[in-house]
Nanobody
Framework: QVQLVESGGGLVQAGGSLRLSCATS????????MGWFRQGSEKEREFVAG????????DYADSVKGRFTASRHNAENTMYLQMNNLKPEDTAVYYC????????????????WGQGTQVTVSS
């Protein structure tokens, strides 16, 4: 059974930092591309970041480039999202996602999802 569990969300002031974690189980983590998405209040879910199977390739939404960094630790079946210089518009529920993929590539399409963790950035 595929499981993805996000943690690390919370309340932070603008300009601050948070590190999200996505702990996984039930699948061969190193064979899956991973991603982060977010959904703000009354907004559609949007892509934030993607990372390839080994972590060698990453992909970011323009809105977070230079501020967010996705990484993964395959030996621990865990993915991370380091978020720096947070802005009030980053406030959202953040979800991690997984997709079996062949090759060292990123994707913006996923088929397994976690339950999300809330990030709130105050001005």
């Amino acid at each position: 059974q595929v499981q993805l569990v996000e943690s690390g969300g919370g309340l932070v002031q603008a300009g601050g930092s948070l590190r999200l974690s996505c702990a996984t189980s039930g699948f061969s983590f190193s064979n899956y591309a991973m991603g982060w998405f977010r959904q703000g209040s009354e907004k559609e879910r949007e892509f934030v970041a993607g990372i390839s199977r080994s972590g060698g390739r990453t992909d970011y939404a323009d809105s977070v480039k230079g501020r967010f960094t996705a990484s993964r630790h395959n030996a621990e079946n865990t993915m991370y999202l380091q978020m720096n210089n947070l802005k009030p518009e980053d406030t959202a529920v953040y979800y991690c996602a997984a997709r079996y993929i062949i090759g060292e590539v990123t994707t913006r399409n996923y088929n397994f999802w976690g339950q999300g963790t809330q990030v709130t950035v105050s001005s």
